[in-house]
């Protein structure tokens, strides 16, 4: 079963495996694993199995090893979908904060 990647993405841990692969694709589980020494390594298997599932990183087997990547196309699916909407608000609030500001700077002491 699929599991869903918005769900995947809600987990800290998930995201740190995501960002450790994005900087260095191919890492072995092994690698993978040691990159979280304050998490077990069954933990970080589960973690990358609801990564897998979700369709955001992709296995290689290589040997007895397997080596993840980032599946790009997913991640940018949820940044088309969900997550451009929010750079315009984004980009307004910061007009509006700079508006704020430069009028505050603009109104004479007492």
């Known amino acids: 079963m699929a599991a869903d990647p918005y769900a995947a993405l809600a987990s800290a841990t998930r995201r740190a495996i995501l960002e450790l692969l994005r900087d260095n694709p191919g890492l072995s589980a092994g690698e993978v694993a040691a990159a979280f020494p304050r998490v077990s390594r ?15 990183v992709r296995a290689t087997r290589r040997g007895r090893e397997s080596h993840f990547r980032v599946e790009a196309a997913p991640i ?29 700077e603009a109104r004479p002491e007492d």
């Open 42 to 56: 069954p933990a970080v298997a589960r973690h990358v199995g609801v990564l897998r599932r979700a369709g955001l």
């Open 76 to 104: 940018a699916a949820i940044y088309r979908e969900f997550l451009r909407s929010f750079v315009e608000f984004a980009d307004e609030s910061l007009v509006n904060l700079k508006r704020i500001v430069e009028e505050d």
